[in-house]
């Protein structure tokens, strides 16, 4: 399966992208191996798209803002963006649920019966959650889909643009 080296879009076989029109380079016939027998890597091989994308979930925000700002592959530059937000909204989603149970226990307990404790039962709910999208996303980087997530992904799709 073929992707444009411009835009990520499937382009199968053909000359030209569909999407964005980008023409479309001849894979590189292979070079001959050395005399010897002793192989030796391409100047022009690197890691694969696939593997790029996954990796970029796999530390969580620091290795999406290290694939963000070294790999120049659309694909790559997707998945790196999502994870550093996906990271964020899960930090923020955390935050929001901490200060609510704080606020809660606050409140409930000038009445002397405070049931703001009971957020803390959320955590591992969101924890878990999280966790879930997380392994789902490493997942399909891996298969070289171009997932996005239904609140993030329109806005990360547009940043690296």
Same mark, same amino acid.
């Given at each position: $399966? !073929?992707?444009?080296?411009?835009?990520? @879009?499937?382009? /199968?076989?053909?000359?030209?992208?569909?999407?964005?029109? =980008?023409?479309?380079? =001849?894979?590189? !016939?292979?070079?001959? +191996?050395? =005399?010897?027998?002793? +192989? &030796? !890597? @391409?100047?022009?091989?690197?890691?694969?798209?696939?593997?790029? /994308?996954?990796?970029?979930?796999?530390?969580?925000?620091?290795?999406?803002?290290?694939?963000?700002? #070294?790999?120049?592959?659309?694909? &790559?530059?997707?998945?790196? +963006?999502?994870?550093?937000? *996906?990271? *964020? =909204?899960?930090?923020?989603?955390?935050? &929001? *649920? !901490? #200060?609510?149970?704080?606020?809660?226990?606050?409140?409930?307990?000038?009445?002397?019966?405070?049931?703001?404790?009971?957020?803390?039962?959320?955590?591992? #709910?969101?924890?878990?959650?999280? *966790?879930? #999208?997380?392994?789902? $996303?490493?997942?399909?980087?891996? @298969?070289?889909?171009?997932?996005?997530?239904?609140?993030?992904?329109?806005?990360?799709?547009?940043?690296?643009?």
């Amino acid at each position: $399966m !073929a992707f444009c080296g411009a835009c990520g @879009s499937e382009v /199968g076989g053909a000359a030209f992208c569909p999407k964005c029109g =980008a023409a479309q380079g =001849a894979p590189a !016939a292979a070079a001959p +191996a050395p =005399a010897g027998g002793a +192989a &030796v !890597a @391409s100047q022009t091989s690197g890691m694969e798209e696939n593997i790029a /994308g996954l990796l970029c979930y796999v530390f969580g925000w620091v290795s999406g803002l290290i694939f963000l700002l #070294i790999d120049k592959r659309p694909f &790559v530059k997707f998945h790196a +963006a999502q994870s550093i937000a *996906l990271n *964020l =909204a899960f930090f923020a989603v955390w935050m &929001v *649920l !901490a #200060i609510f149970g704080f606020v809660l226990t606050m409140i409930t307990s000038m009445i002397h019966f405070p049931i703001g404790f009971i957020t803390v039962f959320f955590f591992p #709910i969101i924890g878990l959650a999280f *966790l879930v #999208i997380w392994i789902f $996303m490493m997942f399909k980087a891996y @298969s070289h889909e171009k997932y996005k997530l239904p609140i993030i992904g329109n806005m990360v799709e547009n940043m690296v643009k």
